[in-house]
């Protein structure tokens, strides 16, 4: 078979059509037979079976490829749609955008100019129209669609630190140079802001030095009394604070800044105001919306739609209130948006992207409201954040686990407990372990962090299909593992008396299947 018989055309279309239904065909298999969200697997055991694969031998058949796909890939994927994933913050994924992820694969179109795209451009900039409408904000908005949300961060910035810049020599009796004032230039966020914001400021040739934290309350909301004590030391000292990053939504706790009180300190101070929504941005379509209130008041707003709209990977978006300050990333080349394009009024995306090369992830966005609706979206992401209500009381009520604050979305941040406690050291091990064992057993996934210098376990909670029977039996697992260990270990006993997650759990479901029609939840029970 010659190589040309593998580009996709006219002449092609039917080996196209043939081999995209062998490969949906065996994905659909293995999400129908898929019983726990991972298979176990090591790295060391898995690690020389792709090694094994000579890339310098081509299989030249798609069936034969696909069944080696089956043994490095598919087989011991991590599965997100399983109910028992309750790690990251990965979704499982709604099929209107996985049909969108075909077609804008095929098609292959760029969205930086008008000639690589044309309808995807306008598709693009219709779905970023609609978003800072749901956010609030006017006429002047604008934004680009990004890989994800530690881009977005990086953008929105950038984009603060070139007004910071531009206000500073604009305002200052003596001629300033962007050198002079770069030094001088801070970044405020609370403690339990998302990591890329240090990131950012090291990319931006700021220094990590340039982020100050600010100190949170009990329910890890950035403190405005610190922020506003802040705000006063930077300009005591004459430095420059470039913006203050507020979170809807952090990565640990779900947990969203007080918005409205942070846009007022913000706007005192003339200081840019950007809102980290990658993950709260769900409750744009939900229920919930007055959580975000604030939010219309900022400047820049990241939202992740791969996180809390359903959508694969990537589907992001950096939003700013005021169009103009995306001139800071636009460049002209000849080749590609020359200036007169722009003079022409020809839409070329490329104007306000710090990318050049994108694809057309806002494709798999239309789709999905085309088919499904905001509201459709929305009342998945109510879904979980009421079912993660009912884990926080399971969690409460059983004596085995602490749980560390009550959630705003869907994350929860617990560990175990041996009884009695036996000091800081033997619980962080216990709770590293039990994790670990969990996850090599395959028949859940839950993530871990630290909180105040312990080790806790999280949950994350994105998946509709997850009852309170699959987080009452993965509890009991949890438990298992810890005690356990604890037994095996230091011939201390576990926390296996009968859990107050079981009975829970049990009446939770009970009053779930009440509730609400259809089998799948008792179909579930742990």
Same mark, same amino acid.
């Given at each position: 078979m010659s190589s040309r018989s593998h580009l996709l055309n006219d002449r092609t279309a039917e080996t196209y059509r043939r081999s995209l239904t062998a490969g949906v065909e065996r994905v659909a298999q293995r999400i129908a037979r898929a019983d726990r969200p991972f298979t176990g697997i090591t790295p060391a055991q898995l690690a020389p079976v792709v090694s094994d694969v000579n890339l310098e031998e081509p299989l030249g058949d798609p069936a034969a490829a696909l069944e080696e796909l089956e043994k490095v890939y598919l087989r011991d994927a991590v599965y997100f749609h399983h109910?028992?994933?309750?790690?990251?913050?990965?979704?499982?994924?709604?099929?209107?955008?996985?049909?969108?992820?075909?077609?804008?694969?095929?098609?292959?179109?760029?969205?930086?100019?008008?000639?690589?795209?044309?309808?995807?451009?306008?598709?693009?900039?219709?779905?970023? /129209?609609?978003?800072?409408?749901?956010?609030?904000?006017?006429?002047?908005? #604008?934004?680009?669609?990004?890989?994800?949300?530690?881009?977005?961060?990086?953008?929105?910035?950038?984009?603060?630190?070139?007004?910071?810049?531009?206000?500073? @020599?604009?305002?200052?009796?003596?001629?300033?140079?962007?050198?002079?004032?770069?030094?001088?230039? =801070?970044?405020?966020?609370?403690?339990?802001?998302?990591?890329?914001?240090? /990131?950012?400021?090291?990319?931006?040739?700021?220094?990590? @030095?340039?982020?100050?934290?600010?100190?949170?309350?009990?329910?890890?909301?950035?403190?405005?009394?610190?922020?506003?004590?802040?705000?006063?030391?930077?300009?005591?000292?004459?430095?420059?604070?470039?913006?203050?990053?507020?979170?809807?939504?952090?990565?640990?706790?779900?947990?969203?800044?007080?918005?409205?009180?942070?846009?007022?300190?913000?706007?005192?101070?003339?200081?840019?105001?950007?809102? #980290?929504?990658?993950?709260?941005?769900?409750?744009?379509?939900?229920?919930? =919306?007055h959580l975000l209130d604030g939010i219309e008041r900022a400047d820049s707003v990241t939202v992740d739609y791969h996180k809390s709209f359903f959508q694969p990977v990537s589907s992001s978006a950096v939003l700013v209130r005021d169009e103009t300050t995306l001139r800071h990333v636009t460049y002209h080349a000849d080749y590609l948006n020359p200036a007169r394009a722009a003079e022409n009024s020809i839409p070329n995306q490329v104007d306000k992207s710090i990318q050049t090369t994108r694809r057309f992830d806002a494709l798999k966005l239309w789709l999905t409201l085309r088919i499904m609706g905001a509201d459709g979206i929305g009342e998945l992401f109510d879904e979980v954040v009421d079912r993660t209500a009912d884990a926080w009381r399971l969690l409460s009520e059983d004596p085995r686990f602490e749980v560390v604050t009550r959630p705003q979305l869907s994350t929860l941040v617990f560990r175990y407990v041996p009884h009695p406690a036996e000091g800081t050291a033997l619980i962080d091990e216990v709770n590293l372990h039990a994790r670990e064992a969990l996850f090599a057993s395959g028949e859940a996934v839950v993530a871990s962090t630290v909180v105040d210098g312990s080790h806790y376990l999280k949950f994350t909670l994105l998946n509709p299909e997850t009852s309170l029977s699959d987080i009452a039996a993965v509890l009991d697992l949890i438990a298992e593992h810890a005690g356990r260990h604890l037994t095996e270990q230091h011939g201390l006993p576990g926390r296996t008396d009968p859990s107050a997650a079981q009975s829970a759990g049990r009446a939770g479901g009970a009053a779930l299947r009440h509730t609400q029609s259809g089998p799948e939840l008792s179909r579930r029970a742990g």
């Open positions: 109910p028992r994933y309750l790690a990251h913050l990965n979704c499982p994924v709604v099929i209107p955008a996985v049909l969108g992820e075909a077609v804008l694969s095929a098609v292959n179109s760029s969205l930086d100019t008008w000639d690589q795209s044309a309808g995807g451009t306008l598709i693009e900039r219709r779905l970023i /129209k609609w978003t800072t409408d749901r956010i609030g904000f006017g006429r002047a908005s #604008d934004g680009i669609f990004t890989s994800g949300g530690t881009q977005s961060n990086l953008q929105a910035l950038l984009l603060a630190r070139d007004e910071a810049c531009r206000l500073a @020599e604009k305002n200052s009796t003596t001629p300033l140079r962007k050198p002079e004032i770069l030094p001088r230039l =801070r970044i405020l966020t609370s403690e339990c802001s998302h990591f890329s914001v240090e /990131k950012a400021a090291t990319l931006l040739g700021l220094g990590p @030095e340039a982020v100050l934290t600010v100190p949170c309350d009990r329910n890890r909301r950035m403190r405005t009394s610190a922020l506003a004590a802040e705000l006063e030391r930077c300009e005591s000292e004459d430095l420059v604070v470039m913006a203050v990053v507020a979170t809807a939504g952090t990565t640990d706790f779900g947990s969203i800044d007080p918005l409205p009180e942070i846009a007022d300190l913000c706007e005192r101070a003339g200081t840019w105001m950007h809102v #980290d929504a990658a993950y709260g941005c769900g409750l744009l379509v939900s229920r919930r =919306r």
